[in-house]
Structures are given as structure tokens and as C-alpha cells.
């Protein structure tokens, strides 16, 4: 456990978040997470953790690490809240649209799996 409460260690935030220290790297190299050193340690700021939490609800969404990074980039921005807001949503109907047609697409496999599960029971019942 790191002094300041407000400062966490790469072993803290992987294990609060379920991820791997070489997961939290990644996102450092992404540019995602810019931590300071304490000698040898990195330390993370409440920011950085706020920062992570934002980027793996993103992935959880099913956002690119563009489009996270992009978002991530307006929590730091501190100018009007209504173009980012604007900017999330779009981001948000897209994906939307796009797991609405994995969905249809779903369907669809779904009835023609029934349909030849039926003509293979039909099939057997009269062998």
C-alpha cells in the first residue's frame, strides 16, 4: 500500500480492476495512463484510476482504444461538457447500430439452425 491514499501501485490498481499489471503497461504504452515514478514504482494518481476505469468500461462497450482514448481525453478536458457529451453519444448510437445488426444477424442464424434441426429430426425419425 502506497502512503498518500490518493496514490495507488500498479499491483493495487491491476488487482482492484481484475486485470494484469501487463494490461495496465498497455495502456500506459496506448497513452491511456501516464503515471509517475516513485524510484523505481510507478504511481498512480486517483486520475489515472479514474482514467483506467473509464478505458476498461469502453472496452466493455465494445469501443476501439481509439475511440476510448478520444474519451478518456475529454474527462481530462475541462472546456464545456456539451460537445463531449455530443461525441460520446454518437460514439454510443454507432455501437448501437452495430450490436442491433449482430443481433438480426443472430436471428437469422438462429431460425436456420431450428430449421435444419428439424429437417435432420424428420430425417431420422424415418430411417
Given at each position: 500500500?502506497?502512503?498518500?491514499?490518493?496514490?495507488?501501485?500498479?499491483?493495487?490498481?491491476?488487482?482492484?480492476?481484475?486485470?494484469?499489471?501487463?494490461?495496465i503497461r498497455f495502456?500506459e504504452d496506448m497513452?491511456?495512463?501516464?503515471?509517475?515514478?516513485?524510484?523505481?514504482?510507478?504511481?498512480?494518481?486517483?486520475?489515472?484510476?479514474?482514467?483506467?476505469?473509464?478505458?476498461?468500461?469502453?472496452?466493455?462497450?465494445?469501443?476501439?482504444?481509439?475511440?476510448?482514448?478520444?474519451?478518456?481525453?475529454?474527462?481530462?478536458?475541462e472546456s464545456d461538457?456539451?460537445?463531449?457529451?455530443?461525441?460520446?453519444?454518437?460514439?454510443?448510437?454507432?455501437?448501437?447500430?452495430?450490436?442491433?445488426?449482430?443481433?438480426?444477424?443472430?436471428?437469422?442464424?438462429?431460425?436456420?439452425?431450428?430449421?435444419?434441426?428439424?429437417?435432420?429430426?424428420?430425417?431420422?425419425?424415418?430411417?
Amino acid at each position: 500500500m502506497t502512503h498518500d491514499p490518493r496514490l495507488f501501485t500498479i499491483t493495487e490498481l491491476a488487482a482492484e480492476f481484475d486485470i494484469t499489471s501487463r494490461t495496465i503497461r498497455f495502456y500506459e504504452d496506448m497513452g491511456l495512463l501516464q503515471p509517475s515514478r516513485a524510484g523505481r514504482n510507478r504511481v498512480y494518481t486517483q486520475r489515472d484510476r479514474t482514467r483506467l476505469k473509464l478505458t476498461l468500461r469502453g472496452k466493455r462497450l465494445g469501443l476501439s482504444l481509439q475511440e476510448i482514448k478520444q474519451l478518456v481525453g475529454m474527462y481530462d478536458d475541462e472546456s464545456d461538457a456539451a460537445p463531449q457529451l455530443k461525441a460520446f453519444l454518437e460514439i454510443l448510437q454507432q455501437h448501437r447500430r452495430q450490436l442491433e445488426q449482430q443481433l438480426d444477424d443472430i436471428e437469422v442464424t438462429l431460425a436456420e439452425i431450428s430449421q435444419h434441426e428439424k429437417r435432420c429430426r424428420t430425417l431420422l425419425s424415418r430411417a
